[in-house]
């Protein structure tokens, strides 16, 4: 498909970026947390793709390329942004299943406070993140998508849960100390 687009077919592009579409902009949301925000950098990230698709060799490497263009998109904006102290929205986290009220309140509390300790996270931090551990991609494709080396990726994201733990720490301080008297799952 991506030899097709690369070759002017529309009908192969239109499916391209359809078949694309929403992992580049579940990518640009988790990054600019602000889902009209993440609209306008996956439409400028399909722009750039399309304009560098005829020079793009490696076809099995397609959506690391893509998830590239998304994250430096996303980057631009977001240093242009804090220039200007410009805040962005927060979107909420999918809530994982909750077991009992008690348990959902607890739950809602957490996943809000993650998702804005995430949102707070300068972008150096925040990228290794999502990409890591919301997409579950290696450290090498990181690194490529970020363009670091892996080694940067392993220390990057070793600060950002650092900071993560530390700031969900202040908000839950007994699940610091092992005072927790719920039953472990």
Not at 97 to 116: H, K, Q, S, V, Y
């Amino acid at each position: 498909m991506v030899r097709a687009a690369q070759q002017g077919d529309p009908a192969a592009m239109e499916e391209l970026i359809a078949g694309s579409y929403r992992a580049a902009y579940t990518l640009a949301l988790r990054l600019m947390g602000n889902p009209d925000d993440a609209a306008e950098a996956t439409q400028e990230a399909y722009i750039r793709m399309t304009r560098g698709l005829k020079k793009f060799r490696e076809v099995g490497a397609f959506p690391t390329w893509l998830f590239k263009i998304v994250s430096n998109v996303c980057m631009t904006e977001m240093r242009r942004r804090s220039r200007r102290d410009v805040p962005t929205e927060i979107e909420a986290m999918e809530d994982p299943t909750p077991l009992d009220a008690e348990d959902e309140a607890i739950g809602r509390m957490f996943w809000g406070e993650l998702e804005r300790s995430v949102q707070d996270l300068p972008e150096v931090y925040r990228s290794v993140v999502v990409l890591r551990d919301v997409y579950g991609m290696s450290g090498e494709e990181t690194g490529e998508i970020l363009g670091i080396s892996s080694g940067a990726v392993k220390v990057r994201l070793h600060r950002a849960r650092k900071r993560l733990r530390d700031e969900l720490v202040e908000h839950f301080p007994e699940w610091a100390s092992g005072d927790d008297d719920r039953e472990s799952a």
